[in-house]
């Protein structure tokens, strides 16, 4: 079946890095853009940008310009987000999302199937 | 940026009862709307996109309508699994810049 299998809970210094994975399987990984999203605690869903496995591609949301990087591996599916400089605010719930679109001529585009979601937390 | 905001923020009902949450944009957004539902401790779950459009394996009593700047999700008869928090998304944005409105919690009355 069609999955996005997230990487561990990660427990960081403020000022480290992280960086989470996501393995696609049940599908072909370089046809459908992989999306991260994350969530603090009791609050909402905030995008933070995608990437085209195929061409490499990323667009980011303004927010996490300079501090955040997507890669991915296409020999073994798999895509990375990786964020620099964490504070504590940076305390999250990290989730990797496949990117559709619906056609080309409406660019309907939406997030269809999502990983379980990866905890990163940072604290002193 | 487009800015999304969501009402209520939280409402309580009864199994059966018809729920309507509202989307707003700070702009025109065409159709370019997606609806989630998040229960707690899981990934969210698309259910509706381009505003109207149910996703697969999505029962029928989720429906989505609107367009421009004003948006509806409504579930014509609220099921107990249905008690989660619903998030809007728009994907109207070029280079994308997506952008989640705050949620809305459905809970038990």
């Known amino acids: 079946q069609v999955q996005l299998v997230q990487s561990g809970a990660e427990v960081k210094k403020p000022g480290a890095s992280v960086k989470v994975s996501c393995k696609a399987s049940?599908?072909?990984?370089?046809?459908?853009?992989i999306n991260w999203v994350r969530q603090a605690t009791g609050q909402g869903l905030e995008w933070m940008g995608w990437m085209n496995p195929n061409s490499g591609n990323t667009g980011y949301a303004q927010k996490f310009q300079g501090r955040v990087t997507m890669t991915r591996n296409t020999s073994i599916s798999t895509a990375y987000m990786e964020l620099s400089s964490l504070r504590s605010e940076d305390t999250a719930v990290y989730y990797c999302?496949?990117?559709?679109?619906?056609?080309?001529?409406?660019?309907?585009?939406?997030?269809?199937?999502w990983g379980k979601g990866t905890t990163v937390t940072v604290s002193s | 940026d487009i800015q999304m905001t969501q009402s209520p923020s939280s409402l309580s009902a009864s199994v059966g009862d018809r729920v309507t949450i509202t989307c707003r944009a700070s702009q025109s957004i065409s159709s370019y709307l997606n609806w989630y539902q998040q229960k707690p401790g899981k990934a969210p779950k698309l259910l509706i996109y381009a505003a109207s459009s149910l996703q697969s394996g999505v029962p029928s009593r989720f429906s989505g309508s609107g367009s421009g700047t004003d948006f509806t999700l409504t579930i014509s008869s609220l099921q107990p699994e249905d008690f989660a928090t619903y998030y809007c998304q728009q994907s109207y944005s070029t280079p994308f810049q997506f952008t989640f409105g705050p949620g809305t919690k459905v809970d038990i009355k």
């Open positions: 999302a496949r990117g559709s679109l619906y056609d080309i001529l409406t660019y309907y585009y939406y997030m269809d199937v």
């Open positions: 049940g599908y072909t990984f370089t046809s459908y853009d």
